[in-house]
Nanobody
Framework: QVQLVESGGGLVQAGASLRLSCAAS????????MGWFRQVPGNEREFVAG????????HYADSAEGRFTISRDNAENTVYLQMDSLKSEDTAVYYC????????????????WGQGTQVTVSS
């Protein structure tokens, strides 16, 4: 069964760090582009960061640039999102996604999604 499972969310204070993980049970995981999105209730899901299959292409939303780092371990079928200097506006459910579009920033660029992990940043 194709599955993405996020973990690592939680409640932290502003300025703290969190590392999200996404474990993938995907055949040929190393061939997929991977991304992180987030969503606040009542808002659209928004792109946070993406990484190409070979890690050559990393791309970030403006809100994440300089604070968040996406990485992947193809041997472990896992993608990570290191989040530093967290702000209250980073509070959201964070979703991991897999797709075949290199450099994708749109929801439709990804066709496999996890269930999400809650990140809450208190000010």
């Amino acid at each position: 069964q194709v599955q993405l499972v996020e973990s690592g969310g939680g409640l932290v204070q502003a300025g703290a760090s969190l590392r999200l993980s996404c474990a993938a049970s995907l055949r040929d995981f190393s061939t997929y582009a991977m991304g992180w999105f987030r969503q606040v209730p009542g808002n659209e899901r928004e792109f946070v960061a993406g990484i190409s299959w070979n890690r050559a292409n990393l791309h970030y939303a403006d809100s994440a640039e300089g604070r968040f780092t996406i990485s992947r371990d193809n041997a472990e079928n896992t993608v990570y999102l290191q989040m530093d200097s967290l702000k209250s506006e980073d509070t959201a459910v964070y979703y991991c996604a897999a797709g075949v579009v290199a450099g994708g920033r749109r929801i439709n660029d990804y066709h496999i999604w996890g269930q999400g992990t809650q990140v809450t940043v208190s000010s």
